[in-house]
């Protein structure tokens, strides 16, 4: 953390002066207090007449030190904020870059929810840990130590009754610290499972309220609120026992104060006056410890949050990139040479040594039940993830052995599920080439077969995407995606059963334009459907991870079992588009 202070620590310093002159004059104000009540008011050191120009000089003197303690205390509210908030601010900005880093197992490892929560109340945490920090150490060892050193000066006997007092206070401090602290990491972490849930729930309220789901989600969410409430609760237990112990322990040494006092009062000892500020001096003493305990509060929940953003913060970047960024001469040629993989994490196989070559130019189709690992093969090629055994090679090269950047600007993805962002549809066609041309942004929506349907929107290409792409079908939102990776001029195209949500003729019309403008580029097309992958020079078949056979359309249906399969039970779809 100490990077981020250093780089505020002007501000805190300025804090904490501002703050020394605060507690001083609080300090101080109680001995002037006992002066007036002894001098100005007994007239204790005058036979006992009083003397109102004490009383006149020694008030003015208070409020002097009244105003200018305020205005130290204002100053340093302003500078402890300061502090703070950049602080935060430096913080939140080095997670999100830190965030984009990351790749996709790491992604899958934090899950979205939790990282938001780190992002968000995390950073919150933190930040408020730091300017109770600056705010409250100073001020309340300051004012602890002061309110003793004051009673000493006072009286000695007075200094000595705190002086017993404190180990059993910092004592009571410690164990209930102790008691609390393993609670706060909790809370985050069951924080962290309620903005999960609601990200998914708010995210997915049209699919609860179409299953009828919400009174499971609703009692899903309770549950985990309830939670975070026991736990929230077990915390401000602790803190009220020790908020009472604390009380209850001052208030015997105020009773203890007054009665060795009163005892003293009579022998030469204490005057009212000190007496008096004795007991102003044990509350401040009480309200500096009390202090204490809303600090240490923070600081564990500080901490614990700071243990959180620290996580994401040094995770290393775990593709660690290549070196190589320059041109290649096969442009768009993929090879998988024997690989196998299983997600990091996990024990199972999803892929087995498989082994496929692509040449520059082919279309090959990949086809097999759901979850038999097609989307993870695709996900190889841009290297979304690293192989377990084996390697995946475009143009011959290693991907592990390119510069990220460089090969995903080799690769154009669409992927299963397609992912619009609240901005103007040619934005999101572009938001891979951000230079395009309206004219280039046309031309790909042409192959994609979604001009049609864009220009029909009165605002055509600037009609705003509702988040998500909710304001869209789910074939307009697969064309646009489409449209997306054409136009980003990639020698290898991969379609995650991009078409599935199209019409049969639609998408015919897709595969043909894009043959015909793109006839260069290797295409990698994910389909469920026998009529997306009929036209493909080559069809793979996977199963279970496996590739179980490779051919054209009609070498497959000769001698694939699965695909007759699969051709059997789409016969009648089969024969529709024919017709
Ligand atoms: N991020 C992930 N972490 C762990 N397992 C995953 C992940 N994504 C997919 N899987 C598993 O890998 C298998 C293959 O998934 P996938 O490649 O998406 O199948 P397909 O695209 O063929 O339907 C599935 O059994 C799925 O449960
Ligand atoms: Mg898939």
Not at 11 to 40: C, H, K, N, T, Y
Not at 310 to 321: A, C, G, Y
Request: aromatic share 8%.
């Amino acid at each position: 953390m100490w990077k981020y202070v250093r780089k505020y620590l002007h501000f805190a310093v300025i804090a904490a002066l501002f703050m020394i002159g605060e507690v001083l004059m609080d300090l101080i104000q109680p001995s002037i207090m006992s002066r007036i009540v002894d001098e100005g008011v007994l007239g204790l050191n005058n036979g006992g007449i009083g003397d109102l120009h004490v009383i006149w000089t020694l008030g003015l003197q208070m409020i002097g030190l009244v105003l200018f303690g305020g205005f130290c205390g204002s100053l340093n509210n302003v500078f402890v904020h300061l502090s703070g908030q950049n602080i935060g601010n430096e913080m939140r900005k080095d997670c999100f870059r830190k965030i984009m880093t990351f790749s996709f197992p790491q992604l899958d490892r934090f899950g979205t929810g939790s990282l938001v929560t780190r992002v968000t109340n995390d950073i919150t945490q933190v930040q408020n840990f730091v300017s109770q920090f600056v705010r409250g150490m100073i001020r309340t060892s300051l004012l602890m130590f002061g309110s003793i050193y004051f009673m000493f000066r006072l009286n000695r006997d007075f200094g000595l009754i705190v002086l017993c007092a404190f180990p059993f206070i910092v004592g009571c401090l410690v164990f209930c610290l102790m008691k609390a602290n393993p609670l706060f990491s909790q809370l985050q972490a069951q924080l962290d499972t309620i903005n999960a849930i609601m990200q998914e729930d708010v995210s997915g309220i049209r699919i609860i309220k179409a299953c009828v789901r919400e009174i499971y989600e609703k009692l899903r969410f309770g549950k985990a609120n309830d939670a975070l409430i026991k736990t929230q609760l077990r915390v401000l237990v602790i803190f009220a026992f020790m908020n009472l112990v604390m009380n209850a322990m001052m208030y015997v040494v105020i009773t203890v104060v007054l009665l060795v006092g009163s005892y003293e009062a009579g022998d030469s000892g204490a005057t009212p006056g000190q007496i008096m500020a004795a007991i102003t001096y044990a509350t401040q003493l009480l309200n500096g410890i009390l202090m204490l305990v809303m600090l240490f509060q923070g600081i564990s929940r500080g901490l614990a949050s700071w243990k959180r953003v620290k996580e994401v913060l040094n995770s290393e970047p775990e593709l660690k990139d290549g070196g190589f960024a320059g041109e290649t001469k096969q442009q768009g040629a993929i090879e998988f040479r024997d690989v196998s993989f299983s997600y990091p994490g996990t024990e199972r196989m999803v892929l087995e040594h498989i082994n496929l070559t692509v040449h520059k130019g082919e279309t090959v189709a990949i086809m097999g039940a759901t979850g038999c690992g097609k989307t993870t093969l695709a996900s190889l090629i841009p290297r979304f993830y690293d192989v377990t055994d084996g390697a995946v090679l475009v143009d011959g090269i290693d991907v592990r052995e390119y510069n990220q950047k460089a090969l995903r600007e080799k690769v154009a993805v669409t992927l299963q599920k397609s992912e619009l962002f609240s901005a103007a549809i040619g934005e999101n066609i572009a938001w891979g080439a951000p230079e395009a041309s309206q004219e280039e942004i046309k031309a790909a929506a042409v192959i994609a077969q979604a001009d049609d349907f864009i220009s029909s929107t009165k605002d055509g290409y600037e009609t705003i995407v509702a988040e998500r792409g909710m304001s869209l079908s789910g074939g307009q939102k697969q064309r646009i995606s489409i449209a997306r990776a054409i136009i980003k001029a990639a020698e290898i195209l991969i379609f995650d059963d991009s078409t599935s949500a199209l019409d049969l003729k639609t998408e015919a019309n897709l595969y043909e334009a894009l043959q015909k403008t793109n006839p260069g580029s290797t295409k990698i097309i994910i389909a469920q459907r026998i009529a997306s992958v009929r036209r493909a020079d080559r069809i793979a078949v996977l199963e279970n991870g496996r590739i179980a056979a490779v051919g054209t359309h009609e070498e497959l249906l000769a001698g694939c079992a699965v695909y007759q399969d699969i051709y059997h039970s789409q016969i009648g779809k089969e024969e529709e588009v024919h017709g």
